[in-house]
């Protein structure tokens, strides 16, 4: 009796060093699911950038099913292993998941196909070598607990295990489309509320004018302060070849450059405006939500005499621009942007920002848009 009972812990019974390697593994896939849950949309923007460098442009228009999709899996196993229910299932799971994603993040970080894999979401930034270092070692802690997934039984009827696994997964599949249908709880980006996106030490760039010897071909360089232009020996025997801006010790908070109909920068009096001041952005106008538009321009005439900055951010260009002024009676000011950096700025097309001296005060998705300017001051925090 005595030997069989050892022999059923040695089977079934779970070391606490294993444990531990079980738990960080499952908590792992749980926190990088949640990150990524968090901004589904986020993720799908990364699915659609390594399904072109891998030429499947074909299923672009599906990279937000497969966005939710794999962050759904991933959760579901996180979870099934830190709880052990499924947990011999669950372990294969994570390994046949580690073994492709370490390939593939191997070729990203050999060839740079993909700068930023998005593991994490935005929430920890990791280059490509350290995400493929990252993906051995958990790859390593996956096999040491296949090896041992006999311990993974628990004293549970199977359909109980399969309708917890249920519910939580249920509950975070709605977590995700919250974040989806609104904007994420979590923001991890430039343009989160109550940044202030002011450029900082503008001072400190200088433009270097770079001059050659006509005899030695010796280079020089030279400020504007230092450059010697009075004296006539110099002049002669130096000429003018290049200049060289430096902006190292400029603090940008962000790379946006907001542009009109001719080419002129309008970045610094949009964003440091120090008035109160509207952004509504749509990377593509011809995917916009057209109620959402409709209810900008609402909103927008309500700040009339308001003292209020108004601005439209779009990477449409000037046709698709036409196609909609009429329908969507936009009759304020509009301007071109990076549809990257507009992207970036707000999960929401449209999405509607309000800044106040660069500082962005508040944020809203298509579906919680404010109808009046009291409105929409109210939910801001000055």
């Known amino acids: 009796m005595n ?8 089977i079934h019974g779970e070391k606490t060093w294993l444990a531990i390697v079980r738990i ?6 749980i926190f990088s699911s949640v990150m990524k849950g968090v901004d589904p949309v986020g993720t799908a923007y990364r699915v ?9 442009d074909w299923l672009s228009a599906y990279s937000l099913l497969i966005s939710f999709f794999l962050i759904t899996v991933e959760f579901l196993l996180g979870i099934a292993l830190v709880l052990k229910l499924k947990g ?58 296949f090896i041992k997934r006999k311990t993974l039984s628990v004293k549970m ?29 979590l923001d991890f980006r430039d343009w989160k509320e109550g940044r202030d996106m002011k450029t900082e030490n503008e001072d400190a760039a200088k433009t270097y004018l770079i001059y050659k010897n006509k005899e030695s071909g010796d280079i020089q360089e030279y400020t504007s302060e230092n450059l010697p232009w009075r004296d006539t020996v110099w002049r002669e025997q130096w000429e003018f070849v290049d200049q060289r801006y430096d902006d190292s010790e400029v603090v940008k908070k962000h790379h946006l450059m907001i542009e009109n109909l001719k080419g002129t920068d309008f970045t610094k ?68 942007a990076d549809d990257i950096e507009l992207k970036a700025m707000i999960r929401s097309n449209p999405g509607l920002l309000l800044l106040k001296d660069g500082v962005v005060l508040k944020k809203w998705h298509y579906n919680d848009f404010p109808d009046t300017w009291r409105e929409a001051r109210l939910e801001a925090v000055d």
């Open 3 to 10: 030997k069989k009972k050892k022999k059923s812990t040695a």
């Open 24 to 29: 960080v593994l499952g908590l792992v896939f």
């Open 48 to 56: 659609e950038d390594y399904l072109g460098v891998y030429a499947m």
């Open 88 to 145: 011999k299932l669950a372990i294969v799971g994570v390994l046949l998941i580690m073994a492709f994603f370490t390939v593939v993040t191997y070729y990203d970080a050999r060839y740079n196909l993909v700068p930023d894999c998005g593991c994490f979401g935005d929430a920890v930034k990791l280059d490509n070598w350290e995400t493929f270092y990252k993906n051995i070692v958990l790859i390593i802690l996956a096999v040491i607990v």
């Open 157 to 185: 009827p199977v359909w109980t295990q399969m309708v917890v696994l249920f519910v939580i997964t249920g509950g975070f599949i709605w977590f995700m489309f919250y974040n989806y249908n609104h904007l994420p709880l």
């Open 269 to 336: 009096v949009i964003i440091e405006n120090p008035a109160y001041q509207f952004l509504l952005v749509s990377y593509d106008l011809d995917y916009a939500n057209g109620a959402a538009m409709l209810t900008a321009s609402s909103l927008f005439e309500s700040t009339m005499n308001q003292g209020v900055g108004v601005a439209f951010l779009t990477s449409s260009d000037t046709e698709t621009l036409n196609k909609y002024f009429q329908v969507y009676a936009m009759r304020y000011p509009f301007f071109f």
